[in-house]
């Protein structure tokens, strides 16, 4: 019993995964996130720089750049995941923001700070935690299925060139 990969229940789940609408749902959804993430903060970006601040990974005199910078970077990644314009760009800018989140978050716990994560604004009031910590993990995870499949969808498909073909048919031997 030989089964194509595609015809296994992993394969199954997987071309489920890297179906262009399951993708695009998937870019849709982490798209709004960062885009409410994002537009939460510009708002109050004094607010922003006293989360930064609060993680104590900054020096006080550095929390400004942040978050000034953070809240623009968001929306704009997040508008390019839903376009599907500029991918690459918005996934390694994805991919990096939530890397970054998941070490200030676990750094914040590890040092048993009682702080608020900051991770749609000041008004969001949800406390660092493991909770906040496995939902920036599967938008990590999100992330890089979306990567998987983009990478899938851009790597042409392999031609085989008819003339290749007939110089390999020739040069074997016959049996």
Known sequence: MNAKPAETLGGK??????HPATLLGLRIILGAVLIYAGWIKIFDMPGMAKSIENYRILPVAMVNIPAIVMPPVEIITGLCLILGIWMEGALVIATGLFAVFIVAIQSAILRGLDIECGCFGTSDAEKVGTRVLVRDFLLLFVTL?????????????????PETKDLAAESSPEV
């Not at 789940?13 to 890297?18: A, K, L, V």
């Not at 299925?145 to 060139?161: A, F, N």
């Open 13 to 18: 789940i997987m071309q489920g995964i890297y």
């Open 145 to 161: 299925l979306i990567w998987l499949g983009y990478k899938r969808e851009s790597t042409p498909v392999p031609v085989p060139d």
